[in-house]
């Protein structure tokens, strides 16, 4: 199952601290499960003055309780940085 997650940040003054203070060890987890297949893309989304505020996932997983464990063992859930997620299965489109 293919699914596109956007998980935003929390909102107060501390939530960048947070976000990074973690971010070496969300990237490590994140190029090994980009290696596994897990991780198909993602990257940052960013404010109106560039300011990190969350991410955007396309990951496969086999399963929704997978996708869900999988978030929750990321350094970022983990360290209270991403707060809510916004979850849909998708099918991505071959176009190679």
């Known amino acids: 199952m293919q699914f596109h997650i956007n998980a935003f940040d929390g909102t ?3 939530a960048l601290d947070r976000r990074m203070s973690v ?5 490590a987890q ?3 499960a980009f290696e596994n297949g897990e991780l198909l893309m993602g990257g940052a ?3 109106d003055e560039g300011k990190m ?9 086999e399963s929704r309780a997978a996708l869900d ?3 929750a ?7 209270n940085a991403w ?12 176009l190679g």
Do not use: C
């Not at 707060?83 to 991505?92: H, M, N, P």
């Open 12 to 14: 107060d003054e501390a």
């Open 45 to 47: 989304i960013l404010n």
């Open 83 to 94: 707060q809510t997620f916004e979850i849909r299965e998708v099918k991505i489109a071959k």
């Open 53 to 61: 505020i969350g991410s955007t996932l396309f990951v496969e997983m």
């Open 30 to 32: 994140a190029r090994h």
């Open 69 to 71: 464990q999988w978030l």
């Open 73 to 79: 063992n990321d350094p970022y859930t983990k360290a």
């Open 23 to 27: 971010r070496e060890d969300h990237l």
